[in-house]
């Protein structure tokens, strides 16, 4: 169905209007305030229907031809009142959020909830208006929806207003809303495949300089994993099964690495921190321990998801300042 | 092409309410269009489960084609309100199995109710129009269907949906169907092409009234101002047949009658008419004849009707032909003299006879010239042979040969009221005596609750007028000197013997008018039908002005479209109150309700429930944030749960009650 109206929700003006009237909030309830309607284009068709059976009435003088002119006029404006109330009193919340990799879609929790009897049904909602996800509230009382944004590079994403519209029950009119949740996610640089962490990386709490470069101690085989070094994949066992497997070594559980800016050299800023990223993740899920080194910024050692985030973060939102990199 | 696929619950509907829409208009339609209707459906269905796919473009152009070809050969014609229905409906089908966009499924839903509509060109009765309305109702549910999750797949409720979305429309049209400001028609349109109508027709053959009287369908309805004349009196006059062809009669040319009388231009005939006793007022609604005229008692007025005049003999002639509903009011004179004197270009038409027919009957009539001292007296004595000798009323006469009048007066002497009325006139004619054929209907059956006579098929009746001297036209029935009966209580006591009454009709509910409940039952509903006719069909715009005089005074069409949107917007009002309303809480148990109550008092405080808390949680958190409140707050929050999760027990809804009211005790003395 068209969308009659988006091609002045860009403005600038609109915005700032917009924002006025529905400052971000992390839950945000429907009412006259924020809830818009129009007609759609078949709604434009139906009324051009109208206008033609009204003629035939005209025409040819028939009473009951104009009966049913007048009960689909009826329609249309009762049709404007359900279309309402299928948005008025919705309450939105804002659910958790997950962070994703610059090209990959972060993921938006949002949860609905309706109080008493008033049921909703075929909402939409999303903030890419060509991907709209549905749902209905008609017997549960609150519905948790997953709704993903496009990202195209590192920072602080803030989605911005979310769409959540209605055709229910007719398609004759659209009822819609632009509610900012105030949420935002973090976008972590595009993992850049760099190969082998460079040896001078690895080393001790203290700064101390460990001479092998962690393949000391046969200790196992596990299937391969994209990022596994190729030169401990056991190629032999490929030769033999067709399976990739890569040795693990006993050494690398209790390996520290740093992860330093300095590590390239003739490389941008952006090509770094891919870079950097891709090791981190290859670093936690080999569950090593890991520190970052950038400049200005170091974090100690450590491991775990929450140390993930906390690397994977400041490498996000390097250098990007208050904005988040993201308008 | 997307692979738009329509919702389960739309597609459901639409194949239903397609068929439903269709059914009435087959009777009208090519037969083949029953085999497009379901194969459309069929493929529309087979698409739906993924066995086939839409047909390619070159199909839908052949389809399309072969279809407009076969309306053309079936119509012969495009002209006329049925081809063109029958194309809408063509489209209906094909655009069925031409779904690729949503957009598509629309039009295919506006088709729908466009296609519902042309229905009501074709009748106009309460059956059909309750039919018409339950179409619309599923057409509105696949529409309801098509704009729901597609995991929705509960047809009924959305059936509902629609049910409870028109009746809340209701009221508004009612509004709008009152107060929109009716106006002419902008254009002639083409209308439907002629129907055989059951009904009088423009001529009369020995046989086809006694044909006539097989139906019993509605002729018409009479609202008579004050009471209805006694039933002997109701001598419908429809058209009068003065030419003798055979043995057919039929209508002077009508450019031998001059111009038609209007109230606002007397014919220059009405001059010399003296007018005696009361007025009758009564208006009557016709229904459709695909004729062109009009019934009424004499003597009438002439009639304020678009196109519809007052002939010289007394009869009204509208100008189209009355394809639908028409309602005329009338005032007639039950007495009156009329054309004291005769032309002698008239006299010689009202005494033509072919020449050389029915000799046996022209020998009669000198015979019984003969014997008479004058004219009235001759009149008499041809009714008095009527009456004396073995002349028999009967639906069923046998075939007569050429020459039919005299077969009929001295060989058969049996026949029906045509026969009588005309051998009656040729015996007038061959003596002399001014005489013509009226044709129309007799009688009618009297409905005490409308207050209306309701005139049906078999009240048809052909009687003659003979012309005398100083008197003018005078009315002689023939059939009354044979079987009085039929003129005083109706056909069916005059051929009660022969059980003859609606012979193939065995179901009809006339049949039964011995039979005291359906009588009422049939009353009841004639009088339902009356009503509609009268307000709802017949809601002209002459109509609608003369109601809201009535109401509202003098009005403009400004003032009107002003009251108009007023009332439309005051009713939209009521509804929005009713679907946006905070109905939500009566809804809930009483339970619930005090529990809202409470959560409400505690939201003043400020202290609102979280979305999502439970009261449990709910009274943790507030007897953490105010201790003070904690001993009535658990109070309230167990008297809740257990009476939510303990059988329906009144006790503890009274319980939870005495708990809220001891925890406002409570806030109120903190």
């Known amino acids: 169905m068209a969308d009659v109206t988006s091609a002045f929700t860009g403005s600038p003006r609109f915005q700032n209007w917009l924002n006025k009237r529905m400052p971000p909030a ?35 003088q028939n009473s009951l031809v104009f009966g049913m002119a007048f009960l689909l006029v009826s329609l249309l404006m009762v049709s404007i009142l359900h279309t309402y109330r299928n948005l008025s009193g919705l309450t939105i919340v804002a659910g958790a959020t997950h962070s994703a990799f610059a090209g990959e879609d972060a993921e938006y929790t949002v949860i609905l909830n309706r109080l008493g009897a ?21 017997e549960d009382e609150e519905v948790t929806l997953k709704l993903f944004v496009e990202t195209s590079r590192r920072g602080r994403l803030n989605p911005g207003r979310m769409l959540i519209q209605t055709y229910y029950p007719v398609g004759l009119f659209r009822a819609w809303s632009w509610v900012d949740l105030d949420v935002s996610s973090i976008v972590y640089p595009r993992p850049i495949h760099a190969g082998a962490i460079p040896s001078s990386s690895a080393m001790s709490d203290e700064g101390e300089l460990i001479q092998k470069e962690g393949v000391d101690d046969f200790f196992g085989l596990r299937t391969y994993q994209d990022g596994d070094p190729l030169n401990h994949v056991a190629w032999k066992s490929y030769a033999r099964s067709e399976e990739l497997l890569t040795k693990q070594f006993a050494a690398l559980a209790d390996r520290r690495v740093w992860l330093d800016w300095q590590f390239f050299t003739g490389v941008d800023t952006e090509a770094r921190l891919g870079r950097l990223c891709f090791w981190v993740v290859q670093l936690d899920s080999s569950n090593d321990e890991y520190g970052l080194r950038l400049p200005g910024v170091e974090i100690h050692p450590g491991r775990g998801p929450a140390h993930r985030e906390k690397v994977l973060t400041t490498l996000a939102l390097f250098e990007l300042g208050e904005t988040g990199g993201y308008p | 092409m997307t692979g738009f696929q329509i919702p389960r619950n739309s597609l459901a509907w639409m ?5 439903a829409v269709v059914l009435p208009h087959f009777p009208r339609l090519p037969y083949w269009t029953i085999a497009l209707c379901i194969g459309c459906s069929l493929w529309r269905v087979m698409v739906f489960r993924g066995r086939w796919s839409y047909p390619g473009r070159w199909t839908k152009a052949l389809l399309v084609l072969l279809g407009v070809i076969g309306l053309a050969f079936g119509y012969g014609t495009f002209l006329g309100l049925d081809p063109w229905v029958g194309l809408l409906i063509m489209m209906f ?16 839903i506006l088709l729908g109710y466009f296609v519902a509509l042309t229905q009501f060109l074709y009748n106009q009765g309460i059956p059909s129009s309750l039919y018409i309305y339950l179409c619309v109702t599923m057409i509105t549910a696949a529409l309801i269907g098509l704009n729901q ?25 009612i509004a709008l169907f009152i107060l929109f400001p009716r106006i002419a028609p902008l254009w002639t349109v083409p209308l439907q092409t002629d129907v055989a109508r059951t009904g009088v027709g423009d001529t009369m053959t020995p046989g086809n009234i006694a044909l006539l009287t097989q139906s019993d369908e509605l002729a018409f309805r009479a609202t008579f101002e004050g009471s209805a004349p006694v039933f002997s009196q109701l001598y419908w006059r429809g058209l009068v047949l003065s030419r003798l062809e055979g043995e057919t009669w039929s209508q002077e040319d009508p450019g031998l009658y001059g111009r038609l009388a209007r109230p606002n231009q007397p014919g220059p005939w009405q001059d010399n008419m003296t007018l005696l006793g009361d007025q009758v007022k009564y208006s009557v609604i016709l229904e459709p004849t695909n004729r062109n005229f009009l019934f009424s008692l004499t003597m009438p007025e002439p009639i304020s009707k678009e196109g519809v005049g007052l002939v010289r003999d007394f009869r009204f002639y509208s100008f189209r032909k009355i394809r639908s509903k028409l309602r005329y009011e009338v005032s007639s004179w039950l007495q009156y ?37 004058d004219e009235m007296d001759y009149i008499r004595n041809v009714l008095r042979m009527y ?80 012309w005398q001297p100083g008197q003018g036209w005078l009315r002689v029935d023939p059939t009354s000197a044979v079987a009085p009966e039929r003129i005083e209580s109706g056909l ?26 359906i009588t009422e039952i049939r009353l009841q509903l004639s009088a339902i039908g009356h009503y509609w006719d009268s307000w709802v069909v017949g809601y002209t715009p002459g109509m609608q002005m003369s109601l809201l005089t009535r109401y509202l005074g003098d009005f403009d069409r400004q003032k009107l479209g002003l009251i108009m949107l007023l009332t439309f917007f005051s009713l939209l009002g009521i509804v929005a109150f009713i679907v946006l309303g905070k109905r939500s809480h009566k809804k809930l148990m009483a339970v619930d309700r005090n529990y809202l109550r409470y959560c409400h008092y505690l939201e003043k405080q400020g202290l609102p429930r979280q979305i999502g808390e439970g009261p449990e949680d709910f009274a943790g958190r507030v007897c953490a944030l105010k201790p003070e409140l904690a001993v009535v707050v658990n109070a309230v929050t167990d008297a809740y749960v257990e009476a939510n999760y303990a059988a329906n027990n009144p006790s503890d809804v009274r319980r939870l009650r005495r708990a809220i009211r001891g925890f406002r005790l409570k806030t109120l003395s903190i």
């Open chain 1, 26 to 60: 992390s839950s945000v309830t429907l009412n006259q305030r924020n809830i818009f309607i129009l007609p759609t284009r078949e709604g434009l068709m139906f009324g051009l229907l109208i206008g033609f059976m009204i003629l035939a009435g005209i025409n040819y």
């Open chain 1, 118 to 138: 008033r049921t909703y049904e075929a909402l939409l909602l999303g903030w890419n208006p060509e991907l709209l996800q549905g749902a209905d509230l008609i």
């Open chain 2, 15 to 19: 194949l239903v309410a397609q068929i």
């Open chain 2, 93 to 108: 089908m094909l655009k069925l199995i031409e779904m690729h966009h949503q957009r598509d499924a629309y039009i295919v």
């Open chain 2, 149 to 173: 999750t597609r995991t929705h797949l509960k047809p009924i409720q959305t059936f509902k949906k629609a049910t409870v979305l028109l009746l809340q429309a209701m009221p508004l049209m």
């Open chain 2, 337 to 373: 003299r009329s054309d004291v004197e005769l032309s002698p270009f008239w006299r010689y038409r009202y005494t033509l006879l072919p020449e050389s027919s029915n000799p046996r009957a022209r020998q009669l009539s000198a015979r019984l010239r003969a014997g008479s001292s």
């Open chain 2, 387 to 466: 009456n004396l000798q073995e002349f028999v009323y009967t639906l069923s006469p046998p075939v007569l040969g050429s020459d039919s009048i005299d077969s009929f007066l001295l060989d058969s002497k049996r026949g029906f009221c045509e026969h009588y009325a005309g051998s009656f006139t040729f015996l007038m004619r061959a003596a002399g005596i001014p005489a013509r054929v009226v044709v129309g209907y007799q009688g009618g059956e009297y409905n005490r609750i409308g207050n209306y006579v309701e005139v049906r098929q078999f009240d048809a009746h052909a009687w003659t007028e003979v």
């Open chain 2, 492 to 517: 069916e006591s005059a051929i009660d013997d022969e059980d003859s009454f609606l012979a193939n009709l065995p179901l009809s509910w006339m049949k039964y008018r011995q039979t005291l409940w």
